[in-house]
């Protein structure tokens, strides 16, 4: 009789090794049932000579991440022979700049479910489009992570991810059981397994539902911090005038969202007002956004500002605040570029 064989351990392949990449890398690694590999760019160097990524968390403590395999580029990890059961794409989600989804290409195989840990709206498109076949699932995650160091992550606060699968961005599939639906069980229970215990499943509308909201925040929040000349969060939330701008920006992309999902996002939801609130209080928060500009990064402006607004005005909806701070910021980015390649003449 055959002997049976040990169970495959689960191998996850995360390409985007930044705070987010090897936050949830890290507390998803459990050998032998589940091991993940990373693909590493400007850290590189740093997580091979100390052999690991070193966390600092407030979840979880202190401790090292030593990746299954450690790879340079997305086609060495091609090259080995085992396929990949996830692949996580945590980079920037910079359509304007790159397409991931290319770079992603050579590790994705017929069993591939690729996770998307990004921020913004119309992130999965591209994949969709390159891997029709494939699970995908989208994931957004309220994780208030940085690298402090090439190789040294810290974790701030909070461990929430929302995860649902995708098919077309609204659901039509919705209402009978898909594999999509299966494998986005599969993953948040490997994250429960490695202690992420609100590792979220939503059906498809309403991990949407919960994109839009986020974008709600972030669109409103990230642009004006760089267009106020680096006002934190609580500060804006706390002046009248900006705090006028704030909700009427949140008011903008909630009309959106319901014009583009067809219904209002769910009562569960916080509200515009109630986000403002709670924004008061949040004295140390310094949106992502102002953080990439500070430090001449480009910024997540496509997906944050130019794919809701253009999204909404396929449905006939016009987000005029949200349309100026898109201009200007794009306008002020290419100045800056510009400049840059100037002075290196
Ligand atoms: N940080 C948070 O707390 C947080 C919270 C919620 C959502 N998010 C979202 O999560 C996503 C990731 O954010 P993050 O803060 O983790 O960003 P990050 O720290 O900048 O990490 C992104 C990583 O992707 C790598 N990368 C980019 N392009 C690559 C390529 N072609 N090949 C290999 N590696 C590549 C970068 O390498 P290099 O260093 O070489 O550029 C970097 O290590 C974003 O969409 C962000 O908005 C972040």
Same mark, same amino acid.
């Given at each position: 009789?055959?002997?049976?064989?040990?169970?495959?351990?689960?191998?996850?392949?995360?390409?985007?090794?930044?705070?987010?990449?090897?936050?949830?890398?890290?507390?998803?690694?459990?050998?032998?049932?589940?091991?993940?590999?990373?693909?590493?760019?400007?850290?590189?160097?740093?997580?091979?000579?100390?052999?690991?990524?070193?966390?600092?968390?407030?979840?979880?403590?202190?401790?090292?991440?030593?990746?299954?395999?450690?790879?340079?580029?997305?086609?060495?990890?091609?090259?080995?022979?085992?396929?990949?059961?996830?692949?996580?794409?945590?980079?920037?989600?910079?359509?304007?700049?790159?397409?991931?989804?290319?770079?992603?290409?050579?590790?994705?195989?017929?069993?591939?479910?690729?996770?998307?840990?990004?921020?913004?709206?119309?992130?999965?498109?591209?994949?969709?489009? !390159?891997?029709?076949?494939?699970?995908?699932?989208?994931?957004?995650?309220?994780?208030?992570?940085?690298?402090?160091?090439?190789?040294?992550?810290?974790?701030?606060?909070?461990? !929430?991810?929302?995860?649902?699968?995708?098919?077309?961005?609204?659901?039509?599939?919705?209402?009978?059981?898909?594999?999509?639906?299966?494998?986005?069980?599969?993953?948040?229970?490997?994250?429960?397994?490695?202690?992420?215990?609100?590792?979220?499943?939503?059906?498809?509308?309403?991990?949407?539902?919960?994109?839009?909201?986020?974008?709600?925040?972030?669109?409103?929040?990230?642009?004006?911090?760089?267009?106020?000349?680096?006002?934190?969060?609580?500060?804006?939330?706390?002046?009248?005038?900006?705090?006028?701008?704030?909700?009427?920006?949140?008011?903008?992309?909630?009309?959106?969202?319901?014009?583009?999902?067809?219904?209002?996002?769910?009562?569960?939801?916080?509200?515009?007002?109630?986000?403002?609130?709670?924004?008061?209080?949040?004295?140390?928060?310094?949106?992502?956004?102002?953080?990439?500009?500070? !430090?001449?990064?480009?910024?997540?402006?496509?997906?944050?500002?130019?794919?809701?607004?253009?999204?909404?005005?396929?449905?006939?909806?016009?987000?005029?605040?949200?349309?100026?701070?898109?201009?200007?910021?794009?306008?002020?980015?290419?100045?800056? !570029?510009?400049?840059?390649?100037?002075?290196?003449?």
């Amino acid at each position: 009789m055959a002997q049976a064989g040990a169970a495959k351990p689960v191998r996850i392949l995360v390409v985007g090794a930044g705070a987010v990449g090897c936050f949830y890398a890290a507390r998803l690694h459990n050998p032998p049932y589940t091991v993940v590999s990373l693909v590493a760019r400007s850290n590189y160097d740093a997580i091979s000579k100390r052999g690991s990524v070193h966390l600092k968390t407030r979840s979880f403590g202190e401790f090292d991440y030593a990746p299954a395999s450690l790879f340079r580029r997305v086609e060495d990890a091609a090259a080995v022979p085992d396929k990949w059961d996830y692949v996580i794409i945590a980079t920037k989600a910079l359509p304007d700049i790159s397409d991931d989804s290319a770079l992603v290409q050579p590790v994705v195989a017929p069993q591939t479910a690729l996770v998307l840990i990004q921020n913004g709206l119309g992130v999965e498109a591209p994949y969709r489009a !390159r891997f029709p076949h494939n699970v995908i699932i989208s994931g957004v995650t309220v994780v208030s992570a940085e690298q402090t160091e090439p190789g040294v992550i810290v974790q701030n606060r909070w461990t !929430r991810i929302s995860l649902g699968p995708y098919t077309d961005g609204i659901g039509s599939k919705e209402g009978r059981e898909t594999e999509g639906d299966a494998r986005t069980t599969a993953f948040a229970r490997l994250l429960g397994a490695g202690g992420i215990k609100d590792a979220e499943v939503h059906p498809e509308r309403m991990l949407q539902m919960v994109r839009w909201h986020k974008i709600a925040i972030n669109a409103a929040m990230n642009p004006s911090a760089v267009l106020s000349f680096g006002a934190g969060n609580a500060t804006m939330a706390q002046d009248p005038d900006a705090s006028a701008h704030l909700l009427a920006c949140m008011q903008e992309v909630f009309r959106g969202a319901e014009a583009v999902l067809g219904e209002p996002l769910s009562s569960k939801l916080a509200s515009a007002e109630r986000i403002l609130e709670s924004t008061k209080r949040n004295t140390d928060g310094r949106p992502s956004m102002l953080l990439d500009w500070e !430090r001449g990064a480009p910024m997540e402006l496509e997906v944050i500002l130019g794919n809701p607004i253009r999204l909404a005005r396929a449905k006939g909806v016009e987000m005029a605040r949200l349309e100026s701070m898109y201009a200007l910021l794009k306008l002020a980015q290419r100045r800056r !570029r510009e400049q840059e390649s100037r002075s290196r003449l």
